[in-house]
């Protein structure tokens, strides 16, 4: 197995950052992928964030699995955090976002009025690992109609906030934490969502991998994507991967010189077909597992 205790220099600065912005935050808004939930957590997001109050959106929910996503809307809550689904991109889900964020900062207004403090600003930082959509995110929160605030006095100096209401703003530089390599199952989802390179794991045992783990929950799924039958409950589950892997580059014509079949290629357009959700509403992680 490769060495997976890789820690880009640019990361440990982006999460020294993260630790003195949060400093100046009342809410944290942590971003997941969908169909990650688990992975694409950062478990040191709960002493970063101590003391703040917690919303946790389910992101790229168009790629997951509704079902699956509703039951992790439901585990999160049931957690005592404020959990909403999003598509960043296209903005579904937004309008639900706000509310959520406009409520803690309620909850945070009402803390503060019992303290005797008034009309303080109640602020918000969205962080989350590397690609799970932070700056479509805030785009996508900021929208046209929202005007940007900072480089005016009493701003802090090189921050931008974005307004939500009269009270409420967001931080325009998302918090960026640093992903987690706990165990093999947990790098390779993050591979399989982009969010650490794929070159870290072999891309033939990544894919062989996702083949499996697809067909334990969606069996037949990747054949019928590439336009063949494909469904066997069998014992050898890395055969059955090969196989699944061979066909999908004869299929797609992907082939060597001397006709043989070109599995990297077809181990290339696998992977990258997940990960953009052309093979359809997956989630690799479910609630009690
Ligand atoms: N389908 C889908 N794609 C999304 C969504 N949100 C973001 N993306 C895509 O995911 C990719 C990564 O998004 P970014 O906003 O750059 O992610 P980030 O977390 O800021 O990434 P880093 O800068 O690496 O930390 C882009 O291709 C986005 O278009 C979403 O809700 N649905």
Known sequence: MPDLHWYPGHMTK?????????????????????????????????????????????????????????NWVKHFTDEGMIAVKLNSRSGNGMKQVKDAIAKAAEAKMARDRARGILNRPVRAIVGGIPNVGKSTFINSFAGRAVTKTGNKPGVTKGKQWIKLNKQVELLDTPGILWPKFEDRKTAEHLAFIGSIKDEVIEKMELVLNLITELEENYCGLVASYYGFDNCEKTENKIDFAVKTLEEVAKKRALLKKGGETDTDKASKLILDDFKNGRLGKITLENVGE
């Not at 939930?37 to 709960?46: C, G, K, L, T, V």
């Not at 703040?52 to 997951?64: C, E, F, G, Q, T």
């Open 14 to 70: 982006a999460v020294r950052q993260m630790k003195e912005d949060i400093k100046l935050i009342d809410i944290v808004i942590e971003l997941v992928d969908a169909r990650i939930p688990i992975s694409s957590r950062n478990p040191d997001i709960d002493s970063l964030a101590a003391g703040k109050s917690r919303v946790i959106i389910l992101n790229k929910a168009d790629m997951a699995d509704d079902r699956e996503t509703e």
